[in-house]
């Protein structure tokens, strides 16, 4: 960490200070007895949700404190919706989806009861085309196969609002990372839209079979984070990566740890201690160079943290 000792409390401080403003008026409950199991809900087979989770779940059930099984799942809202209704007590989600999850808006028709306990690390959206082909930038998509995610992922909400602000009607294809990748392969796909960690191995594998072009985005990632706030954010696809030139501006969102307000604060306290001693390699299986730091996984906007994860906080930061 680059601040000092002294500037870092203040910083995590403050925003312990704002997050638990929000989470009271949630009304959020503890109870004091952890339970045998919890249940996360990652994403999709294949997908970095899955190994996040699962390399998550290895390193929680080898300490021995608490059990946890992963669940697959169609990702970012099927997994908020799973923990709406008590099949699951964590969940992975992108920031985008856990707002509209907590405020009641777009996917979500009521708001929902969840809180975070960390923001883990950023996606990056890629747009991908075959580098021989027609989409050479945004404006090109128009008319065009575009594949936008899976039914139920935060990709597919990311894409749709950037199409939808951009103004672009596209022949939308709701498919999964490795359905997308394949149908490119096959020509059967103009474009691709992901959002995930850099570099992502199925991107990256496909890069070094098929040359491909990765489209700026950095005009209409502007215009979400004008109508969206901070939810989004400006990043780069750094030059290296999937043999890149040079760097690439898209549109950056967070990826949240979050649960049922009734997890005992206790059993998080012990989730965050894990994830903390744990995430350079955890976070090696979905994203390269991130790291995990306490003034960043307390930024979880609108979604209020879980009042263990408060605890958590301040008992080890200050």
Request: aromatic share 6%; glycine share 10%.
């Amino acid at each position: 960490m680059t601040a000092s000792a002294p500037h870092r409390r203040t910083l995590l401080g403050a925003a312990l200070a704002a997050a638990l403003t929000v989470g009271a008026a949630t009304g959020c409950s503890a109870e004091h007895a952890p339970p045998r199991a919890l249940r996360l809900a990652t994403g999709p087979e294949g997908g970095p949700y899955n190994a996040f989770g699962h390399s998550f779940t290895e390193a929680v059930n080898a300490s021995g404190r608490l059990t946890l099984t992963p669940v697959s799942s169609a990702a970012s809202v099927d997994n908020l919706q799973q923990l709406a209704d008590g099949s699951v007590d964590l969940a992975l989600t992108t920031a985008d989806v856990a707002e509209d999850a907590v405020l009641g808006r777009d996917t979500f028709d009521r708001p929902l009861g969840l809180t975070a306990l960390a923001r883990v690390y950023v996606n990056y959206l890629h747009l991908l085309a075959p580098a021989d082909g027609p989409v050479h930038e945004l404006a090109d998509l128009a008319g065009r196969r575009v594949a936008t995610g899976a039914v139920g992922s935060g990709n597919q909400v990311t894409a749709g609002r950037l199409l939808r602000r951009a103004g672009i009607s596209v022949r939308q294809q709701s498919l999964g990372l490795a359905e997308s990748l394949d149908a490119l392969r096959e020509g059967t796909l103009d474009a691709v839209f992901w959002s995930g960690g850099v570099p992502t191995p199925a991107v990256a594998a496909l890069a070094r079979e098929l040359p491909l072009r990765f489209v700026p985005l950095d005009a209409v990632a502007a215009l979400l984070r004008e109508r969206y706030g901070p939810v989004y954010t400006a990043v780069t696809l750094p030059a290296g990566a999937y043999g890149l030139a040079s760097p690439v501006p898209t549109l950056g969102v967070g990826n949240y740890l979050t649960a049922r307000p009734g997890v005992p604060e206790d059993a998080v306290r012990r989730l965050l201690g894990i994830l903390f001693d744990r995430w350079a390699t955890l976070l090696r299986s979905v994203t390269a160079g991130a790291r995990l730091e306490p003034r960043f996984a307390v930024s979880t906007g609108a979604v209020p943290l879980h009042p263990g994860a408060a605890a958590y906080y301040r008992s080890v930061y200050g």
